[in-house]
């Protein structure tokens, strides 16, 4: 939120430079994320790092003038002659501002023109150029007139960008006084977090910081004159759903005159962001800037118009199919959740979002009802996302605005309206207030601040921190009875509510007042959680392989699901933030394969890996979560380099490997992997991975018409998911084994077996049969000829035998390769290759 320092100094008093009051903000828990100077000077120093810019007017040269005449210039009809006073001397002043021609060639003015005026040597900005480029006047001749100042528009001043027109100030501005003590400011860029939505307003930043610097805070003075019929003998409320609409208050403002805002409150709307319209909208912005209350006028005739009789306004969710054309001259469909403001007639506004184009203000509105409500704070927020409608209004109802506040907003914008438009207020407000909040009540000690937030305080120390806050504070003893004041919706009960009062007195107290100590007592012991050091040690070995490791959403839809060929229920959200995030994922997977989808444009090779949870639903019960792995291979093998020209893709080996050697690293033994049918994975690429016939996952390239529907490119894509908690149980417990001293013999056996005899059964049965005697048996070689014969293949096969206690002689040595040929002749038909 953009907070100008001149607006703060009308609720209280400010003595203390911008960038001061931007870290007593920023220490209370309001972020200034930076200061944008506008007239006064730019400090040299920046003595708390604040993000600063701006430009300062010099105060000889930038100064209130005001233009006398406005004459034609004898060699160009796009520009003009003003006769300028500047409060010492008279000028001839040339531009080409459109928004003076129409008094162009009238004589001498009756009420002069109030202008901002730079003088020959000012440093401004070019209001004609691209951004914001410095130029300094200087004298120079146009179409043969000497010019050597200027009367400015915004954008010169680097107050906004407008630059259409000259500014035109109020009439009653102060001619030859210097600009910038008459328009100077600089703007504080607040960042309001969601614990200080009732912050975002003028009024609740100057509590803050009338609260902090010990200053009183001024409220603004509300007072008008009332008129003619009272607005309840015109106008009704019904309020159909309560629980969306927990207030509602009309006024009435009659005979308005539609026209510019003074140029003050112009001023301030620009430097806080939002763009002058007409009194009217800018007396409702400026209200709701001011009091946080957003505020929405309807034309009154146009709703008399459509009623039969006495106005009816009533608010209700939207029925199915109903449409609604809004202030952007779109036609929205409603979805049934959202809440509508409506006549009798049908639909007025989106509430809490924009209102509707039949009654909006127009030039030749003349009667105002002005609305001021309060709405479901989760409903405004679901009704903005879905419409893709951010707005000023929903931002403020989409974090909480207290319906204690509807009725001060709504008189504040009353007074503005009758005040600049001259308009009469109707008597009374219709208002319709179905449930008012609880003012939430807590009870705290000076015992509770000291064990909480370290801090000795007696019991009206403590009242005396919070009461600026407008806290209600009863001290009885130690106690002190706090009631949250009634524009506070962040304030809880029990014990989250002694949380929260506690958060006020450390932030008034000074978060950097509060001292540094050390525990009382010592640290519990450190107990280590087996799982949570497993699972670290899983990411270690996962990394060390090669594999990058990703964190994901857990929310998905069960469309981006269905891709993987996954059916069934799943846990739905109550309230999801968006379509696609509306239930909780069944596959990790297809999370990482939403990774690849986005990046493998980016890279020619991905090696992914993520660990987390699924969910899994359960009737009548909180759904089970499993924790899975899952891994995605894709691209080139190798990467480019000068020395290697290789464009090979990874391929379901290069997976299986990785798998491997992973396995390994948890000392896994007897892994087997079957081949199986997956509605996922290429047929005759994907297998299971078991362990002494205990399923942990299964791996495999992706079935084509899978890979299709996340458009991956050519290059194949290799899959794995585990889980987690079934290689968890099968990694073994081991000892550390000292290294044999005794030397090994090396040998290599080729057999000829069945092409559907698969190489790890082959693998097993040698392990089972050379016992611990065989140390390792590594498949080197795959060899398929017509030599060997149709349907079957070689598989060679280093083999290293080794005993603990004595060297093995090559018969002993041969004894085991019999035994093993012997056994694998029997349960498989292989036969020992000879050539």
């Given amino acids: 939120m953009k907070v100008p320092i001149t607006w703060l100094k009308e609720y209280v008093n400010i003595t203390i430079p911008a960038d001061e009051v931007a870290r007593l903000l920023t220490v209370s828990g309001m972020e200034v994320e930076g200061i944008r100077y506008v007239g006064w000077p730019v400090?040299?120093?920046?003595?708390?790092?604040?993000?600063?810019?701006?430009?300062?007017?010099?105060s000889e040269n930038f100064v209130v003038a005001e233009i006398r005449a406005v004459n034609p210039h004898p060699n160009a009809d796009r520009l003009v002659l003003c006769d300028l006073f500047d409060g010492q001397q008279e000028r001839v002043v040339l531009t080409g501002a459109p928004n003076l021609f129409e008094y162009k060639g009238k004589g001498t003015l009756p009420t002069p023109i109030k202008v901002a005026y730079a003088k020959e040597g000012a440093t401004l900005y070019d209001g004609h150029s691209e951004g914001w480029q410095l130029v300094t006047l200087k004298k120079t001749k146009i179409r043969g007139v000497e010019s050597d100042s200027m009367v400015c528009s915004e954008k010169e001043l680097g107050i906004s960008e407008e630059h259409?027109?000259?500014?035109?100030?109020?009439?009653?501005?102060?001619?030859?006084?210097?600009?910038?003590?008459?328009?100077?400011?600089?703007?504080?860029?607040?960042?309001?977090?969601?614990?200080?939505?009732?912050?975002?307003?003028?009024?609740?930043?100057?509590?803050?910081?009338?609260?902090?610097?010990?200053?009183?805070?001024?409220?603004?003075?509300?007072?008008?004159?009332?008129?003619?019929?009272?607005?309840?003998?015109?106008?009704?409320?019904?309020?159909?759903?309560?629980?969306?609409?927990?207030?509602?208050?009309?006024?009435?403002?009659?005979?308005?005159?539609?026209?510019?805002?003074?140029?003050?409150?112009?001023?301030?709307?620009?430097?806080?962001?939002?763009?002058?319209?007409?009194?009217?909208?800018?007396?409702?912005?400026?209200?709701?800037?001011?009091?946080?209350?957003?505020?929405?006028?309807?034309?009154?005739?146009?709703?008399?118009?459509?009623?039969?009789?006495?106005?009816?306004?009533?608010?209700?969710?939207?029925?199915?199919?109903?449409?609604?054309?809004?202030?952007?001259?779109?036609?929205?469909?409603?979805?049934?959740?959202?809440?509508?403001?409506?006549?009798?007639?049908?639909?007025?506004?989106?509430?809490?979002?924009?209102?509707?184009?039949?009654?909006?203000?127009?030039?030749?509105?003349?009667?105002?009802?002005?609305?001021?409500?309060?709405?479901?704070?989760?409903?405004?927020?679901?009704?903005?996302?879905a419409h893709n409608l951010p707005s000023e209004a929903s931002y403020r109802f989409s974090r909480g605005v207290h319906p204690a506040i509807a009725e001060t907003g709504v008189k504040r914008c009353l007074q503005f309206m009758s005040e600049w438009g001259s308009g009469k207020v109707a008597p009374g407000l219709v208002d319709n207030y179905p449930r008012p909040p609880k003012d939430s009540v807590v009870d705290i000690t000076a015992a509770d601040v000291k064990r909480l937030l370290g801090i000795k305080l007696s019991s009206q120390e403590i009242a005396d921190l919070l009461t600026p806050l407008e806290f209600d504070c009863q001290v009885k003893g130690e106690r002190v009875t706090v009631t949250a004041p009634p524009?506070?919706?962040?304030?809880?009960?029990?014990?989250?509510?002694?949380?929260?009062?506690?958060?006020?007195?450390?932030?008034?107290?000074?978060?950097?007042?509060?001292?540094?100590?050390?525990?009382?007592?010592?640290?519990?012991?450190?107990?280590?959680?087996?799982?949570?050091?497993?699972?670290?040690?899983?990411?270690?070995?996962?990394?060390?392989?090669?594999?990058?490791e990703v964190i994901t959403h857990r929310m998905t839809s069960a469309e981006r699901e269905a891709r993987l060929g996954i059916s069934g229920e799943y846990v739905r959200l109550a309230n999801p933030i968006a379509p696609e995030k509306s239930v909780m994922r069944r596959s990790l997977l297809g999370s990482v394969l939403d990774v690849v989808a986005r990046n493998i444009r980016l890279c020619e090779t991905l090696t992914l890996f993520e660990i987390g949870s699924v969910y899994e639903p359960r009737e009548s019960a909180l759904p089970d979560e499993p924790h899975k792995l899952a891994i995605v291979m894709t691209g080139k093998r190798d990467a480019q380099s000068w020395d290697s020209k290789s464009n090979q893709l990874v391929d379901f080996y290069d997976l299986k490997g990785r798998v491997e050697l992973l396995?390994?690293?948890?000392?896994?033994?007897?892994?087997?992997?079957?081949?199986?049918?997956?509605?996922?994975?290429?047929?005759?690429?994907?297998?299971?991975?078991?362990?002494?016939?205990?399923?942990?996952?299964?791996?495999?390239?992706?079935?084509?018409?899978?890979?299709?529907?996340?458009?991956?490119?050519?290059?194949?894509?290799?899959?794995?998911?585990?889980?987690?908690?079934?290689?968890?149980?099968?990694?073994?417990?081991?000892e550390i084994k000292?290294?044999?001293?005794?030397?090994?013999?090396?040998?290599?056996?080729?057999?000829?077996?069945?092409?559907?005899?698969?190489?790890?059964?082959?693998?097993?049965?040698?392990c089972q049969t050379g016992g611990k005697t065989v140390t390792t048996v590594r498949l080197f070689d795959v060899y398929r000829s017509a030599q060997i014969g149709e349907g079957k293949k070689s598989l060679a096969y280093s083999l290293t035998y080794q005993a603990p206690d004595r060297t093995l002689s090559d018969q002993e040595a041969a004894n085991i390769r019999n035994k093993i040929v012997k056994r694998l002749e029997h349960e498989t038909g292989a036969v020992l290759r000879s050539v």
């Fill in 487 to 548: 524009f506070r919706m962040d304030i809880g009960e029990g014990v989250v509510g002694k949380a929260d009062v506690l958060e006020e007195v450390a932030r008034m107290y000074g978060y950097d007042n509060i001292p540094e100590t050390l525990l009382a007592s010592s640290l519990p012991p450190l107990v280590a959680v087996s799982e949570y050091d497993w699972e670290e040690r899983l990411r270690d070995l996962l990394t060390q392989i090669g594999l990058q």
């Fill in 43 to 58: 400090p040299v120093e920046n003595k708390y790092g604040f993000k600063m810019s701006g430009l300062g007017w010099d």
């Fill in 663 to 734: 396995l390994a690293g948890l000392r896994l033994q007897n892994v087997e992997y079957s081949p199986v049918e997956h509605p996922s994975f290429h047929p005759g690429k994907c297998a299971d991975v078991l362990v002494e016939g205990q399923l942990l996952g299964t791996i495999g390239e992706l079935h084509p018409l899978v890979k299709e529907k996340y458009e991956q490119g050519e290059a194949p894509i290799l899959a794995a998911e585990f889980d987690i908690e079934a290689l968890r149980s099968a990694a073994p417990a081991y």
């Fill in 164 to 385: 259409e027109g000259i500014m035109i100030l109020d009439t009653g501005a102060p001619v030859g006084v210097s600009l910038t003590d008459y328009l100077g400011d600089a703007v504080l860029d607040v960042k309001i977090n969601p614990n200080m939505a009732r912050n975002a307003n003028i009024l609740g930043i100057a509590r803050e910081l009338a609260a902090v610097t010990g200053q009183e805070l001024k409220k603004p003075e509300i007072k008008f004159q009332t008129d003619g019929i009272s607005i309840k003998d015109l106008v009704e409320i019904e309020i159909t759903t309560p629980e969306l609409n927990p207030r509602f208050i009309l006024g009435l403002v009659r005979d308005v005159e539609i026209k510019p805002s003074p140029y003050l409150m112009q001023h301030r709307l620009s430097l806080a962001g939002m763009r002058p319209i007409n009194n009217l909208v800018d007396a409702t912005n400026y209200a709701m800037l001011e009091i946080g209350e957003p505020l929405h006028a309807f034309d009154y005739d146009a709703l008399a118009a459509r009623a039969k009789g006495k106005i009816k306004i009533s608010t209700r969710t939207a029925r199915s199919g109903e449409k609604l054309t809004t202030l952007d001259n779109i036609e929205r469909e409603l979805q049934e959740s959202n809440v509508l403001v409506c006549d009798e007639t049908g639909a007025l506004s989106l509430a809490g979002v924009m209102g509707g184009l039949d009654t909006e203000i127009t030039d030749t509105t003349k009667n105002v009802l002005l609305e001021g409500a309060s709405w479901n704070f989760i409903n405004i927020r679901r009704t903005a996302n």
């Fill in 738 to 766: 000292p290294v044999w001293s005794f030397p090994p013999v090396l040998e290599d056996i080729a057999l000829i077996v069945d092409e559907e005899v698969p190489a790890a059964k082959i693998e097993a049965l040698i």
